[in-house]
């Protein structure tokens, strides 16, 4: 592809006219084929080249000028609008915010993060089931708890709840395709996306977005999401930077683990077997079991389109097969006592605890993996993502990165230094003991609920003074 060739059809992308053409051909897919052709069509834009890594980076990275123009051609469509909203009101002595997601499943916001909410805040739960549970353990914790009926008719029930509940905001969590048909309902004052990956929303129901996960050339500069390939800001949505997160601790104590020479040379992963069986990611864990017979691997996570084969062959051929173990599955979900009970969970946490690695795979790296390792004293490498000038429109080899996780000593920016630190870590105890003792701090931070509300409120009221200001 010739340079600025893929920058001027992202630049094409953001066009009122090339969002009215995309909405004529999924018209008229639809006419032809019925939902099913269209959304088979969505699908497919989706896999090739929304998440397909076009037009320079990795596969997983996601491009938000198509992300977008996907989106509101859809929208645009189906003739979907929002209706009226409530003006807002002048600011108080108590806020009040609501939060619609599934918190069963949503390890950011676990029940530890309700325990300390600051006074003069008011906050209203909208719970989406998922997978059969909800989240009911908070309803205690909060002003207001809602649990949503699964169905055609959750987005009607859930915004006759949200109206009733009077919010100053609306908080929007990892949101679901049809959340956008709940935008469409809503009357709320204000409305925000908090954004538990890196793609946006692109409703205009939206007031502003939090983003916690910027990618090689997409991050937020000024308050706009900005291109590093176009080199100009995505569209004039208002995007804030998530500058601390909270994760979700589930009764792990941050406390110095074992040390390392009372660790053993084991290297764990865990998470989604795919990410591990990237061929990059085995090249540069598995010679290091070659280099060392003293080192092994264990493996936790479920297996995707035979991935545990993948890292077997690849362990095979480098003869280092009969040291590599696959442990399972776990789950980390919390059940209705906020608990978790899974004995897979239980087996990793003590792996995790006599393990000497537990690597960040790459391009697409883990959030609460990371943060699991860090709590249970686990020395973690990280292949982070570079955003300053000189890397800008060039190919990176990872493509997110959650920065309030970064460590110094363990962040790498290419895979050759990424093998050096994997390998300090397996042999090296003053390198891996400071790092663990980083890892420690950050943790600690990342599960002060307190702060992050504080956070959050203020981040809000900067927008707030923002509007006022226009």
């Known amino acids: 592809m010739p340079p600025g060739f893929g920058a001027s059809l992202l630049t094409a992308l953001e066009h009122r006219s090339a969002i009215a053409a995309g909405a004529a051909l999924f018209r008229g897919v639809r006419a032809i084929g019925g939902a099913t052709a269209e959304s088979k069509l969505s699908q497919f834009i989706e896999a090739h080249i929304v998440q397909s890594g076009w037009p320079r980076h990795q596969e997983g990275w996601i491009n938000l000028h198509a992300s977008r123009w996907l989106r509101l051609s859809r929208r645009r469509a189906a003739r979907s609008s929002s209706g009226e909203r409530v003006a807002l009101r ?19 916001f676990p029940k530890e993060l309700f325990t300390r909410i600051p006074d003069g805040i008011d906050v209203f739960i909208f719970d989406r089931p998922f997978r059969g549970g909800s989240g009911g353990f908070l309803k205690p914790l909060v002003a207001g708890y809602c649990e949503l009926p699964a169905g055609a008719d959750q987005n009607d029930a859930a915004a006759r709840s949200i109206d009733e509940a009077d919010l100053d905001m609306l908080m929007v969590i990892g949101p679901k395709p049809d959340a956008y048909e709940l935008l469409d309902r809503v009357r709320t004052r204000a409305v925000m996306n908090y954004c538990t990956g890196s793609d ?12 916690g996960q910027p990618q090689a050339d997409y991050f937020v500069r000024n308050e706009r999401m900005f291109c590093g390939l176009t080199m100009r800001p995505l569209s004039d949505a208002v995007v804030m930077p998530i500058e601390i997160g909270f994760y979700d ?5 941050v406390t110095a683990g074992p040390s390392w020479s009372d660790r053993d040379p084991l290297i764990v992963f865990h998470g989604s077997l795919h990410k591990f069986a990237r061929p ?3 090249d540069a864990i598995l010679p290091l079991l070659a280099e060392d017979t003293s080192v092994s691997l264990a493996l936790m996570g479920r297996d995707i389109d035979r991935s545990l084969e993948a890292i077997m062959t690849a362990a095979r051929a480098r003869g280092v097969e009969s040291r590599v173990h696959y442990e399972g599955s776990f789950s980390a979900v919390r059940d209705e006592t906020a608990g978790v009970a899974d004995p897979g969970w239980t087996r990793l946490v003590n792996l995790l605890q006599k393990a000497r690695l537990a690597p960040d795979p790459f ?10 390792a860090y ?3 686990a020395p973690s490498v990280h292949l982070g993502v570079r955003f300053d ?8 080899d990872s493509a997110c990165d959650v920065l309030f996780l970064n460590t110094k000593k363990g962040t790498a920016f290419d895979v050759a230094e990424y093998r050096r630190l994997c390998s300090a870590c397996l042999h090296d105890g003053d390198f891996a003991g400071a790092l663990a003792a980083e890892q420690y701090a950050i943790a600690d931070s990342l599960t002060d609920s307190h702060a992050w509300w504080i956070r959050l409120r203020t981040t809000c009221e900067t927008w707030r003074r923002q509007c006022s200001a226009v």
């Open 363 to 372: 391009p697409i790296g883990g959030g609460s993996s990371r943060f699991e």
């Open 389 to 396: 000038d000189a890397a800008l429109g060039r190919r990176q």
């Open 200 to 211: 946006l929303m692109y409703h205009e129901r939206l007031d502003f977005q939090m983003h």
């Open 280 to 282: 990059r990611v085995l």
């Open 90 to 108: 002048a600011a108080g002595d108590r806020w009040r915010v609501g939060m619609v997601g599934e918190f069963s499943g949503l390890l950011s």
């Open 249 to 253: 601790r589930r009764s792990l104590p």
């Open 375 to 377: 709590v249970l004293g």
